[in-house]
């Protein structure tokens, strides 16, 4: 693994978030919240139309921590997210972290303890989740 220093930036490809995809995840999820897959109860509610799992969002930033720390990530990683706005179908959303912290991990012999700071943002730029990232690396 590289180095990974204070401020290092890391970002997922942006992901365009279809139907399709949220349809795929509700079946996965065995979440088949109509406010999910069926547009026409979704235009109903306050949303206007159907909103992703608020997981699938997460799912991007764990693709991103899997790519950044590999199998290590899977063994001890931890997150913390807030959901801020909902992601709807035709929406690209794009994944970064930044890393707040990277200290020698106390009584860990030579392994860093990395936090990141990390967010998914929609086409807007706006935050639809932000939260913290946690993980002991050698």
């Known amino acids: 693994m590289k180095e990974i220093s204070k401020g290092d930036v890391f970002i997922l490809p942006a992901k365009n978030v279809t139907q399709a995809m949220i349809n795929h995840y509700a079946d996965a999820a ?10 026409e109860f979704a235009k109903t509610t306050r949303f206007g139309g159907t909103i992703a799992h608020g997981m699938l969002s997460v799912a991007f930033i764990q693709e991103l ?15 913390e997210v807030s959901f801020m706005a909902p992601v709807r ?11 707040t912290k990277a200290v020698p991990a106390e009584g860990q012999g030579d392994k860093l303890q990395i936090r990141m ?16 990232t946690e993980v002991i690396v050698s």
């Open 117 to 132: 700071q990390v967010v998914c943002l929609n086409g807007k730029k706006e935050k639809v989740i932000k939260g913290t």
């Open 65 to 79: 921590m899997i790519r950044t720390f590999g199998r290590v990530w899977l063994e001890n990683g931890v997150i």
């Open 30 to 39: 065995e979440d088949h919240n109509p406010l999910h897959i069926d547009p």
């Open 89 to 99: 179908p035709g929406e690209v959303i794009t994944t970064e972290a930044k890393v």
